[in-house]
């Protein structure tokens, strides 16, 4: 009985891949950010499960037009003229992602870490944040935008181009009027919605107006311990993964510095190469940002932030958010390196700003696909995720952007 037990494999694997499972999950769930905007589009299909949906290339909603207010009195005479229902669409189409990696038997012989376990959560992060930028467009490239100036004017060193709570007075009243549906309190009052945002224009809420009043005279935990959850009717979602159009402001009051990548830079890199000397206007612990401007509607996702710790030639010294203190992400050679101010864009919407669909057998957060042995001799494994489905928005009503400079970049 001890040898069987010994050399099966079906409970070992079983409870390993129900682990794996786990951790994906946890892993997935904590990158999800603009998911929060949306329901599932069988809110909207007239009673069709997420499966019928799936089944074709596109999907569609239907919006119906109510009728002109009544305001003539009925003839006596002659019978009323029938209205017209008119109506609309909307749509969105499923899509595919996934990523996999590889690793050699060798390896998991001679490292002293445990390789699956870590790749498994790197897999989930990935994951998360893959499928929320499918998220993050719809909610971000939308027509409904508010700001004080041209986002390629919007200035740090202006105060009416930064966060306030001021705005958040101004979001309600246009949500309200334009009657964007946001989540009902316990209560039954009125009611409340979100407003997602990255931490640099949160600061700035936190000591403008009348938050920074209360903060100071009533309530001090707004100030000493970050207690600043709501203003008026919104939830405040402060995340670091909350999309930053980085460098894509008004130029750096001190000097502008506008230089490329010389030559391909790879994740945990903690050093680029620069063209020219972009020192000449930046300096040392300096923000500045590898990637590509984003005007109008493009995004890049693998933008990101570093701080200069040297600024002397065009071989930088950086401090990035990698794990080690380097870069994120690889960039190809030729890529914008600027210290332009960048925008903070804050979403306001509520639980129906947006719409997601999503094969079930697949899954609402994607499926990881192994760990499996590969090759004639097995001496490969892989393991990856994948994900079918999208997010659309079905109307510009229910979500309001409204993009802002910060005070950290004056």
Known sequence: MADTLMTTSVGPTNAIRTQYIAKYI???AQMRLYDQ???????????????????GNS???????????????????????PQVIRDATASVTPTSRGEAVQWSENLMIQAYTDVAEATLQTIGENAGESIDLLAQAPALQGTWVERAAARASLDAGTVSHRASDSIFRQAQIKLLRLQAPGFMTDDGGAQVWMCAMAPEPFHDISESGNVNDIGL???????????????????????????????????????????????????????????????????????????????ANTFYPTNEPVKMLSATTVTLTIAGGG????????????????????????????????????????????????????GLLEQWTHIGWKYYGNYGRLSQNRVLRWEVSTSYEA
């Open 26 to 28: 946890r892993s997935v």
């Open 37 to 55: 905007f949306a329901v599932p589009y069988t809110a909207y299909s007239g009673g069709l499960s997420m499966n019928e949906l799936m089944q």
């Open 59 to 81: 999907i569609q909603v239907n919006f119906s037009s109510g009728l002109q207010p009544g305001v003539t009195a009925i003839s006596e005479t002659a019978d009323v003229t």
């Open 217 to 295: 005279y009533q309530d001090r935990g707004i100030h000493l311990n970050w207690e600043l959850a709501q203003v008026g009717n919104f939830r405040l979602v402060v995340s670091p993964f909350a999309k930053v159009f980085g460098g894509a402001g008004a130029d750096n009051g001190s000097g502008a510095a506008a230089d490329t990548l010389a030559a391909a830079e790879q994740r945990l890199d903690t050093s680029v190469v620069t063209s020219s000397d972009v020192a000449t206007n930046a300096a040392y612990g300096d923000w500045i940002w590898i990637g590509t401007e984003e005007t």
């Open 323 to 374: 794990p080690n203190g380097g870069l994120r992400y690889d960039h190809a050679a030729g890529e914008a390196v600027r210290n332009a101010d960048s925008v903070y864009p804050l979403v306001f919407g509520g639980p129906q700003s947006l719409v997601k669909v999503f094969a079930t057998d697949v899954g609402e957060y994607g499926t990881i696909v192994g760990p499996k042995d590969s």
